[in-house]
């Protein structure tokens, strides 16, 4: 038996997770950009926000829409202390000055793909969802073996969950045009970089995958 990473999904072991698409650093008067003049947001992330609106956005959507109609579990992680003053959160985090305060605007996720239902939303404070919540065990109760993951930023929290969750023995799936990151060519260094871990595919790929929704 050859073993292998490229195994389409089986809806009922499967989740679809996005990744800190936040009003924090999804919205342009989210907390990240808070301190900077409009002017300067457009010289460093209009880019980012051009694609993020245009096509990361739409393409999310369209895995959403096709994952629920599927069965798969969808699921939210968001970066969001578990207090006000983000004592609990990560050093990292503290160094490089992140702090979302609990049940605040910033640590929601994005009203354009806003959780339905029970849909699960799991507040962290570090790179990594594995790190910071017990999304771990909540997978494995929700009989989980496949994970599907989309979201900000693609070199760095991205990474980090689709590194732990290959760890961990759970098969990944990576949607590229579903993820975004500051620049095309991180984006581009961060997908060559993580290949050797997950299985990637488009977000027309996935949706053929999963079936049409109607």
């Known amino acids: ?39 300067v947001v457009e010289e460093k992330y209009g880019w980012y926000f051009s694609q993020l609106d245009n096509r990361i956005v739409p393409n999310m959507q369209a895995i959403q829409k096709a994952a629920r109609a599927a069965g798969v579990e969808v699921m939210y992680t968001t970066i969001e202390s578990l207090t006000l003053d983000g004592r609990d959160r990560s050093l990292d ?16 996720v994005i009203d354009r793909i806003a959780p339905q239902g029970d849909e699960i939303v799991l507040p962290k404070s570090s790179s ?12 494995r109760n929700l009989g989980v073996r496949q994970v599907v993951m989309s979201g900000l930023i693609t070199d760095q929290c991205v990474e980090s969950a689709i590194r732990d969750a290959c760890d961990l023995g759970y098969l990944v ?29 488009t977000t027309a790929e996935l949706v053929a995958e999963l079936g049409s929704p109607d």
């Open 1 to 39: 038996m050859t073993l292998t990473r490229d195994i389409p999904l089986d809806p009922a072991q499967s989740a679809l997770l996005f990744i800190d698409v936040q009003n924090f650093s999804a919205e342009r008067d989210g907390a990240e950009f808070k301190d900077l003049a409009p002017e």
């Open 93 to 108: 985090y503290k160094i490089t000055g992140f702090n979302v305060p609990k049940g605040s605007w910033d640590g929601k």
């Open 128 to 139: 990594s969802v594995f790190v910071s919540t017990h999304i771990d065990y909540i997978l």
């Open 173 to 201: 799936t990576q949607v590229t045009d579903a993820c975004l990151t500051y620049s095309q060519q991180r984006h581009d260094n961060s997908l060559s970089a993580i290949r050797g871990y997950c299985r990637q595919v």
